[in-house]
């Protein structure tokens, strides 16, 4: 099993910034790509950013540009940077991982608020 808990979530103002980390555990050597999703009011759950072992990250085109993604191996840890952000970008903010064999894992949710 793998379990993943996200941290650093939080309010801030519009322009501001926020970084999320992720920390896995468990049987985590068989997880390949890790990313974030997030639910924001009214919509349903979306892919924000992923990246895989090797380090090619994905993002959503709502993100391109004001948010990085990055990974540390060692630590089992995936990190959103979140800058720029907008009232819009505001929900629950979750970490996902899939394995080899491609079973889904996900964190409890963080969430973000962004005042305007």
């Known amino acids: 099993q793998v379990q993943l808990v996200e941290s650093g979530g939080g309010l801030v103002q519009a322009g501001g910034s926020l970084r999320l980390s992720c920390a896995a555990s468990?049987?985590?050597?068989?997880?390949?790509?890790m990313g974030w999703y997030r639910r924001t009011p009214g919509k349903q759950r979306e892919l924000v950013a992923r990246?895989?072992?090797?380090?090619?990250?994905n993002y959503a085109d709502f993100v391109k540009g004001r948010f990085t993604i990055s990974r540390d191996n060692a630590k089992n840890s995936v990190y959103l940077q979140m800058n720029s952000l907008k009232p819009e970008d505001a929900g629950v903010y979750y970490c996902?991982?899939?394995?080899?064999?491609?079973?889904?894992?996900w964190g409890q949710g963080t969430q973000v608020t962004v005042s305007s």
């Open positions: 468990g049987i985590i050597f068989s997880i390949n790509t």
């Open positions: 996902h991982g899939v394995n080899v064999l491609g079973n889904n894992y």
């Open positions: 990246i895989t072992r090797g380090g090619t990250a």
